[in-house]
């Protein structure tokens, strides 16, 4: 590890920005997800009791809550209650889009038991205080980074407070620059790169979805670094990366030792 740190390039990269991708790409936020969701799915099933008819799995869960991100303006940050309302109808037999649809107009299954606002904030605060594992080649590549005079920006769609408080846990807060809370549109990248841009700098990303991260940069002119993780969108993104890796170390080294 401290041989990778004296590697640091003698040239100064004070003109490069990278932008990091939090959820998925410095941690498996996929499987807090995952654990989350599972939660939310049993108090739904024994509420409702003998109303569910169908048996609904972990990759059902995961494309109900992509239907609900495709059609809520809030995209990742919807309200979990549309969450709750969606798996409640899909359990008595809705198909996935027709309960993402059905949910966001305010159609419930009606149920005693079922307090949609508790399980919702029961389902928040699990994703929120959990803490999820560090991804592969992390803890050296925030450490390479630090040592490099690039600035640091770490991206979320989600709340700035978990991530910064991740950031705390794993002791990186002084590895970066910025905490920023983006919807990460093909606008807001171009945002960043005209403000960068202007001043001179190269922009990277490394992040983990093709379409969130690496699609709207691209089209931005941002140099984009792809760190494939545990979350697999249901529809498939066809834009070719500037370079793949397999380890955020990788990508660290790629940025600091670019020509
Ligand atoms: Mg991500």
Same mark, same amino acid.
């Given at each position: 590890m401290d041989q990778v740190l004296k590697d640091n390039p003698s040239h100064s990269r004070s003109d490069v920005v990278v932008l990091i991708d939090a959820d998925n790409t410095l941690w498996d936020t996929n499987a807090v997800y995952v654990a989350a969701r599972q939660c939310l799915l049993d108090e739904i099933r024994s509420a409702l009791g003998t109303q569910v008819c169908v048996q609904v799995r972990s990759r059902d869960l995961h494309a109900i809550d992509e239907a609900i991100y495709r059609l809520h303006k809030k995209r990742y940050l919807y309200p979990p209650r549309f969450l709750a309302r969606a798996v409640a109808l899909v359990l008595i037999g809705e198909d996935v889009q027709s309960a993402a649809?059905? *949910? !966001? /107009?305010?159609?419930?299954?009606?149920?005693? !038991?079922? *307090?949609?606002?508790e399980i919702a904030k029961r389902y928040t605060r699990s994703i929120e205080f959990s803490t999820p594992h560090l991804r592969r080649g992390v803890k050296t590549g925030m450490r390479l980074l630090r040592k490099s005079s690039c600035q640091r920006i770490v991206l979320t769609e989600g709340s700035v407070r978990r991530v910064q408080r991740l950031l705390d846990h794993y002791g990186f807060s002084v590895c970066v620059n910025h905490v920023q809370s983006l919807n990460k549109s093909r606008e #807001?990248?171009?945002?960043?790169s005209r403000s960068f841009? $202007?001043? &001179? #700098?190269? !922009? =990277?990303?490394?992040?983990?979805? %093709?379409? /969130?991260?690496i699609a709207p940069a691209? #089209?931005?002119?941002? /140099?984009?670094?792809?760190?494939? &993780? &545990?979350? /697999?969108? #249901?529809?498939?993104?066809?834009?070719?990366? $500037? =370079?793949?890796?397999? *380890?955020? %170390?990788? &990508?660290?080294?790629?940025?600091n030792f670019r020509e």
């Open positions: 649809k059905k *949910s !966001l /107009r305010g159609s419930k299954v009606e149920s005693e !038991l079922m *307090s949609e606002s #807001a990248f171009d945002d960043l841009g $202007d001043r &001179g #700098a190269q !922009l =990277y990303i490394i992040g983990d979805s %093709l379409e /969130r991260d691209k #089209a931005a002119s941002i /140099r984009t670094v792809h760190f494939p &993780g &545990g979350f /697999r969108p #249901a529809q498939r993104c066809n834009v070719v990366p $500037d =370079y793949t890796i397999n *380890s955020f %170390l990788a &990508g660290v080294k790629i940025i």
